[in-house]
């Protein structure tokens, strides 16, 4: 992937929550020196705590590239946003998208940034020849993070554990497969975008072959029990044969992100059906830990939450962005 140069102006565009502008969200928390400043058009509900800027102001701080920080579903680039994009180029910005709509295949886009000397950056763009899938194991551990449904904290969990390991010592490295995760370390895989047969190849070639005490973090994607989304869990799961599996949730939701029609599987649910899949490929594979999303709750609500999970479960429990990951961890090196 070519180079994407910093810092950047983070585009809400009309995003109707918080999570629709999980990109930008994940930039502004795990690489806050990158991330200067918001541009929202009107009706946009999300906020990430930044400066609202306009183009001109953004530039005279010094941004770089314009980052389209929302995610939304089916990945498309709205209408509404092509004035702004286009200025963008116009006044001296790059562009930057995860979306599934490439910035490549507009041709107002591409008009303009081939004027203006702009680049484009797609990050949802396989750029290596991925192979079907082997099933050989391999040397080194590794932890997948699955969820209860998507967007529930599986990126956050994997990026929080690889730096309470490193603290602690700990030979570790988290494995981006998502555009939000390539965004903040500059490599890995878009997973959502490799050809179905060569996803599970995508990850074994993610998490090759290391030493026999070094962890890779893999970032988890979708849910097993998402409609729209089960397939790329799958493909992580078998790809990455993991050794420990981390059990995500949001306990807020009342149905699956984007289908009402669906409730939230219980986490035993979540343990029961990943566990004989995982074995398929990982018969030692364990269900180490739960992470649990409590942003939704006060700190009292979010402790009781978390108490109980552990009760229920006999696994340490934790939000471990809110409280750290070392119980994670602790169970990792545990084994």
């Not at 763009?125 to 967007?151: F, H, M, Q, W």
């Not at 690889?162 to 494995?175: D, H, I, P, S, V």
């Not at 493909?235 to 050794?243: E, T």
Request: proline residues 6%.
């Amino acid at each position: 992937m070519s180079l994407i140069e910093t810092p950047y102006l983070l585009f809400l565009g009309d995003a109707p929550d918080a999570l629709a502008a999980k990109v930008a969200r994940g930039i502004r928390d795990w690489r806050p020196e990158h991330a200067l400043g918001q541009f929202r058009l009107p009706g946009c509900n999300a906020d990430m705590g930044l400066p609202d800027m306009s183009l001109a102001e953004a530039r005279a701080a010094g941004c770089k590239t314009l980052v389209i920080g929302v995610a939304n579903r089916g990945g498309v680039i709205a209408q509404s946003w092509k004035k702004v994009l286009v200025q963008a180029l116009e006044e001296g910005f790059d562009l930057a998208s995860g979306l599934h709509n490439l910035l490549r295949d507009e041709p107002e886009l591409v008009a303009v940034a081939e004027a203006t000397g702009r680049a484009l950056h797609d990050v949802r763009i396989p750029e290596v020849e991925y192979p079907i899938a082997n099933g050989v194991k391999r040397t080194g551990k590794r932890c997948l993070a699955v969820g209860t449904d998507c967007s529930v904290g599986k990126m956050y969990t994997a990026l929080c554990m690889e730096r309470a390991m490193r603290e602690a010592g700990m030979k570790a490295t988290f494995r981006a497969t998502g555009q939000t995760g390539i965004l903040i370390t500059g490599d890995g895989v878009p997973l959502d975008a490799v050809v179905a047969d060569f996803m599970a190849g995508a990850v074994e070639w993610l998490t090759p072959d290391n030493d026999p005490d070094h962890w890779d973090l893999i970032e988890g994607q979708g849910s097993l029990f998402h409609p729209s989304y089960s397939g790329v869990t799958m493909a992580l799961i078998h790809g990455g044969q993991p050794d420990a599996l981390i059990l995500s949730h949001e306990p807020t939701r009342t149905h699956m992100r984007g289908l009402p029609g669906y409730g939230l599987p219980s986490l035993e649910a979540l343990r029961d059906l990943v566990l004989p899949i995982a074995r398929v490929v990982n018969p030692a594979v364990k269900v180490t830990g739960i992470s649990i999303n409590t942003q939704g709750l006060d700190e009292a609500a979010a402790r009781a939450c978390l108490a109980e999970a552990e009760d229920r479960t006999g696994l340490p429990a934790t939000d471990p962005y809110r409280f750290g990951a070392e119980k994670l961890v602790a169970a990792l090196a545990a084994l």
